[in-house]
């Protein structure tokens, strides 16, 4: 579990892991992950958050929500060709650029270089991720604005 992804604090470097199997408890120490521990911040966050987070977090749900909405209205408007698909439980936003015909490299490419998005390549997360994109809506609605009015631009200059 991790403070960072669900109070959407990034750059915390906290979390914490709970097996309570005893054996495969043993197994994980033994592998020495090479994960190491959170500094003074990371602990005082995390304990603040979890502590004290239930307010912030109802409110953080509410702006993601309302980023989906504005994402998903966005696309179907503006960007037809690209379909995203609503996630259920994340604010990770997959893209499926399919209809743009685009290789996986060129896709990256006309991302990264054409859009100017730094979006995660489908095709990483195994061969059904070929041809889209994951786009990250938990930020400020004017960043994500600016995202997709970029990505708009260069899908309609194509």
Not at 5 to 26: M, Q, V, W, Y
Not at 110 to 125: S, T, Y
Request: with cysteine; proline share 5%.
């Amino acid at each position: 579990m991790a403070p960072s992804k669900t109070f959407n604090l990034p750059g915390l470097h906290a979390s914490s892991i709970i097996i309570p199997n005893r054996k495969l408890r043993d197994a994980f120490r033994e592998a020495d992950t090479g994960i190491t521990g959170p500094n003074l911040f990371g602990y005082t966050a995390m304990e603040a958050a979890y502590r004290h987070g239930d307010q912030w977090l109802e409110q953080l749900l509410q702006y993601l929500e309302a980023n989906l909405e504005f994402a998903l209205d966005y696309f179907a408007t503006n960007i037809p060709r690209i379909k995203p698909v609503k996630p259920q439980a994340t604010y990770l936003l997959w893209l499926d650029c399919r209809k743009l015909g685009m290789d996986d490299m060129a896709l990256r490419d006309f991302m990264r270089i054409k859009a100017k998005l730094g979006l995660d390549d489908g095709f990483l997360f195994g061969k059904g991720g070929s041809g889209f994109q994951r786009m990250n809506i938990a930020c400020p609605r004017t960043i994500l604005k600016e995202a997709l009015e970029r990505l708009e631009k260069v899908v309609k200059a194509l």
